[in-house]
């Protein structure tokens, strides 16, 4: 069936470190892969995305990494700051052309000073 | 920058009653969602709406529920009887031809069914 995952559901890191937050994915046939921030009291962000046909993938600060042979997909974000501090969800677009979203259980980053 | 706006910011209502919650996309979205996310939990898919017609639908979105965009701006969500299990964050969101996933989403709407 469809699922998305993420291993750990709390991470902290210290100001200025590098972050990783992993996450699962079940169906191989999706194709669009995204990573969405949550903050307090606020509706998901978009934060980037990577196709299927792709491995990897970099923003500001941020880099996808998409390993489809485990079907595991992953988010580094570089010098993490306190404003990085938020809920982070991947999520799948599934076999469909209509922009639905299938979003994990999401990993909360908390980033010390 | 343009955003998503969701009014009200919280409902509370009791079992049995219709609720409508409201959003205003972006002005130049054309694609249109609701999610929901129960407390603690992960966002969840409700439908999809494009051309004045839902694209696409999942098992919650039941009988109960129903979408409309009256008049061009706004993006209605209704839910006809509430249940106590209805109560979450609903979340509108909208994004444009081509960048599906990038979907733009508004502050939510916590319905508190009690």
């Known amino acids: 069936g469809e699922s998305v995952g993420l291993h750990l559901p709390t991470l902290s890191v210290q100001e200025g470190d590098n972050s990783i937050i992993n996450c699962a994915y079940s169906?191989?046939?999706?194709?669009?892969f995204i990573w969405y921030k949550q903050e307090s009291g606020k509706g998901p962000q978009f934060i980037i995305d990577?196709?299927?046909?792709?491995d990897k993938r970099q923003g500001q600060r941020v880099t996808v990494l998409l390993n489809k042979t485990v079907k595991h997909l992953s988010l580094q974000i570089a010098a993490t700051q306190p404003g990085d501090s938020a809920v982070y969800f991947c999520a799948e677009n599934p076999t469909s052309n209509t922009g639905k979203l299938i979003f994990g259980q999401g990993t909360t980053l908390q980033v010390k000073p | 920058e343009p955003e998503v706006t969701q009014t009200p910011s919280h409902q509370v209502t009791q079992m049995g009653q219709e609720v409508i919650l409201r959003c205003v996309p972006i002005s130049n979205h054309l694609y249109f969602y609701w999610y929901r996310q129960i407390l603690g939990q992960k966002v969840e898919f409700l439908v999809s709406f494009y051309n004045n017609e839902i694209s696409e639908k999942s098992e919650i979105f039941d009988d109960q529920f129903s979408v409309e965009r009256p008049d061009g701006s706004n993006f209605t969500l209704k839910i006809r009887s509430t249940k106590l299990e209805d109560s979450a964050m609903y979340f509108c969101a909208a994004t444009r031809e081509g960048v599906l996933y990038e979907q733009y989403f508004g502050p939510g709407t916590r319905l508190t069914v009690t």
């Open positions: 169906n191989s046939a999706s194709d669009y």
């Open positions: 990577i196709r299927s046909n792709m």
